[in-house]
C-alpha cells in the first residue's frame, strides 16, 4: 500500500508499505481523508522534537472500517464512517491517575511518536475509534484538529461572564473561538492576517484585532475597559504573545498556554503575582472534547470551507506540504483525500 513519508527534514514522498498486521481487538481502518497538522510541517521542517525519522504523519483521521477484530464490541461494524482518537495514554503516570489522559507522560500521537495515518489502512485499537454516521466525511477529519482549541477553553473554565483574547486564528485557535463562543463569552480573537480575522468573525469572535497594524493595548482597553480580557488563550507560540498574554490579561485573570513557542521566554513575574494570574497548560483534548465537537458541527453544520483550504491527491500531497512549509500564510487546514 502508499504512504506519506517523511524521510528526513525536507524530505517527503510517497512509499510503499506493508499492510498492517491486525489483533483481535483492533479495527482495519481504510483511510478517506487525513488532515495536515501544524505538528506534520514542524516535522517536515525539522523543528518537531518529539520525532525520529522516517515518519508516516497524520492523525487528523476520516476513515471507514474495513475489517472489525474478533474481540470488537458488535457495535462497531464494517462500513462505518469514523474518526480516531489519535492519542495513547499509560493509565499509571500522575496525569492518567487523575484521569486526565490527555497530558500522559507517555502519550504517543499517531504521527509523532509513532506512524500516523497518512497511508491506506491503518490498525488501531476499537478503543480509539468514534463511530459516527451523521457527520460528513470532511467533518470527521474536522474533529481533532478542533478538540485542542475546545479543550483550551475548557481548560480555561470560561464562562458567559468571561472576555476571552485569542491569539493566533488558525486551526487551534478556531476552536477556542467556536467553544467560548458556545460558551457564551465575549470573543476577541488577534492575528496579523486579515483573512483569519474574517474566518474568526464568522466563527463566533466578537472582535477583531490585527496586531500588526492595530495597537492591541489601545485597542483591548477601549473593549474592556481597562479591565483587559479575563481569559487570555495563547494559540500562536511566539514570545511576542506569551508576554502580551501576561501583559494584557485581567487581575484575577486566567492565561491557557496551547502555543510550542520555539525559543524560551522571559516575563516580568511580578505580573503574576500582583495580577494573581492563574497560568494553565493546555495539551491534546479528551473524550468530552471529542463529545463536544462532534456536537458542535452536527448543530450548527459550519461550512468546511471556512477549514479546508485545498484537498489534495497523495500524489501531490508532498507539494502541498512543501508549498505550505515555505508559505503558512492563510493555510487552515490541508486534506489528502484518500
Ligand atoms: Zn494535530
Ligand atoms: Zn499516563
Known amino acids: 500500500m502508499n504512504a506519506i513519508e517523511i524521510t528526513k527534514p525536507g524530505e517527503i514522498s510517497v512509499v510503499e508499505r506493508e499492510m498492517p498486521q491486525m489483533g483481535e481487538n483492533d479495527v482495519l481502518l481504510k483511510l478517506k481523508y487525513v488532515g495536515f497538522c501544524g505538528s506534520d510541517r514542524s516535522t517536515f521542517l525539522g523543528k518537531n522534537p518529539l520525532v525520529q525519522y522516517p515518519r508516516i504523519p497524520g492523525h487528523e483521521i476520516s476513515a471507514v472500517i474495513e475489517k472489525v477484530g474478533e474481540n470488537v464490541p458488535a457495535t462497531f461494524e464494517e462500513g462505518q464512517n469514523v474518526t480516531v482518537v489519535p492519542y495513547t495514554n499509560c493509565g499509571q503516570c500522575n496525569s492518567c491517575k487523575q484521569k486526565r489522559f490527555n497530558a500522559c507522560l507517555h502519550n504517543q500521537t499517531l504521527g509523532v511518536q509513532r506512524d500516523g495515518a497518512m497511508t ?3 490498525v488501531v485499537p476499537w478503543e480509539k475509534v468514534l463511530a459516527d454516521a451523521e457527520l460528513s466525511e470532511i467533518q470527521l477529519a474536522l474533529v481533532e484538529p478542533i478538540t485542542v482549541g475546545f479543550h483550551a477553553v475548557d481548560n480555561g473554565k470560561v464562562s458567559d461572564l468571561d472576555t476571552v483574547l485569542v491569539f493566533g486564528c488558525g486551526m487551534i485557535g478556531s476552536g477556542a473561538i467556536i467553544r467560548a463562543s458556545l460558551r457564551g463569552a465575549t470573543v476577541i480573537a488577534v492575528d496579523i492576517d486579515d483573512v483569519k480575522l474574517e474566518v474568526a468573525k464568522k466563527l463566533g469572535a466578537d472582535y477583531v484585532i490585527n496586531s500588526g497594524i492595530q495597537n492591541l493595548h489601545q485597542e483591548l482597553k477601549k473593549i474592556t475597559r481597562e479591565n483587559g480580557p479575563t481569559v ?11 508576554r502580551a498574554a501576561i501583559e494584557e ?3 484575577a485573570g486566567r492565561v491557557v498556554c496551547i502555543g510550542y513557542a520555539a525559543t524560551d521566554v522571559s516575563f516580568a513575574t511580578k505580573l503574576w503575582v500582583q495580577k494573581e494570574l492563574v497560568i494553565t497548560g493546555s495539551r491534546n483534548a479528551n473524550s468530552s472534547d471529542f463529545e463536544a465537537v462532534i456536537k458542535y ?4 453544520q459550519p461550512d468546511e470551507n471556512i477549514f479546508v483550504s485545498k484537498t489534495v491527491s497523495p500524489n501531490d500531497a508532498p507539494g502541498a506540504m512543501r508549498d ?3 508559505a503558512p500564510g492563510e493555510i487552515m487546514k490541508i486534506l489528502v483525500q484518500f
Not at 458541527?297 to 450548527?300: A, P, R, V
Open 249 to 251: 490579561v485581567a487581575f
Open 232 to 242: 487570555v488563550i495563547e494559540a500562536a507560540g511566539n514570545p511576542e504573545t506569551y
Open 120 to 122: 491506506e489502512f491503518i
Open 324 to 326: 505550505w512549509s515555505e
Open 297 to 300: 458541527l452536527k448543530n450548527n
